[in-house]
């Protein structure tokens, strides 16, 4: 690992706690197949439904499939394999957000990233909504305070 680069990665923990869940409903769905035969094919649409909702937390377990990776440049969001890189300097602010009750870190761009949407209606309907521009992922091993302090940190630091 290099010097100045932190990795964090996502808790094992609450990865399977999901899995372990969306296998309960599996298994409804499977037991819908095989006892009640009026209602086959909706155990096998339950069936495909849970199954395709748990591929995801599946790959998130297999080796840098999903990771937050923390660099004096900037900062690196890898969530199933697809990376994105943002430069401390594209960064805006840093903010824990309130998506359908659940905390999570996101940060707002500003003018001179290539992503920034210079539109006054969307940005006008962010403001309103309060979701920022872009969020990270809230199963990392820490606490969404933890991660946001520690961007804060890293920010403030090399930008």
Request: glycine share 2%; charged share 20%; aromatic share 12%.
């Amino acid at each position: 690992m290099l010097e100045n680069t932190l990795i964090l990665y996502p808790s094992k923990f609450k990865t399977i706690r999901l899995l372990l869940l969306l296998s309960i409903f599996i298994g409804i769905s499977i037991l819908m197949i095989t006892t009640d035969p009026e209602n086959v094919y909706l155990g096998y649409f339950s069936l495909a439904f849970w199954s395709i909702l748990s591929t995801p937390p599946l790959v998130s377990l297999f080796p840098n499939a999903s990771y937050l990776k923390l660099t004096p440049e900037g900062f690196e969001v890898c969530s199933t394999y697809r990376k994105r890189f943002t430069k401390w300097e594209h960064i805006k602010d840093l903010r824990v957000a309130s998506v359908h009750h659940n905390n999570i870190v996101g940060y707002d761009y500003t003018k001179q990233h290539p992503e920034y949407k210079p539109s006054k209606m969307t940005r006008k309907m962010s403001k309103a909504l309060a979701v920022p521009n872009r969020l990270i992922p809230n199963n990392l091993e820490k606490s969404v305070d933890e991660v946001l302090i520690l961007m804060e940190d890293w920010k403030t630091k090399y930008n």
